[in-house]
Nanobody, 115 residues
Framework: QVQLVESGGGLVQAGGSLRLSCKAS????????MGWYRQVPGKQRELVAA???????NYADSVKGRFTISRDNAKNTVYLQMNSLKPEDTAVYYC?????????WGQGTQVTVFS
């Protein structure tokens, strides 16, 4: 069992930055592939960025060059650095941990970008 707690969301002006954190507990964090997803009302949850247990990353085209995902296994934490934020980045951001048949989600953190 893995518990995930996100933090770092908030209200920011377009062009600004935020850093989201996701603290994991309850299992061996380093073996999980981690991801950040986002969802707006009425739309499906979409992958924003992911990082494997080995450190490989991938990003949605809409955030490439602006967002960076990283992980600190010693702190059981995955981060999402978001720069040059746009109003269309407004969403609830969720942390995800997955390994084989195991799939865990955090409660989400709201990010609102105003112009």
């Amino acid at each position: 069992q893995v518990q995930l707690v996100e933090s770092g969301g908030g209200l920011v002006q377009a062009g600004g930055s935020l850093r989201l954190s996701c603290k994991a507990s309850g299992s061996i964090f380093s073996i999980y592939n981690m991801g950040w997803y986002r969802q707006v009302p009425g739309k499906q949850r979409e992958l924003v960025a992911a990082i494997t247990s080995g450190g490989s990353t991938n990003y949605a085209d809409s955030v490439k060059g602006r967002f960076t995902i990283s992980r600190d296994n010693a702190k059981n934490t995955v981060y999402l650095q978001m720069n040059s934020l746009k109003p269309e980045d407004t969403a609830v951001y969720y942390c995800n941990a997955v390994r084989r048949a195991y799939d865990y989600w955090g409660q989400g953190t709201q990010v609102t970008v105003f112009s």
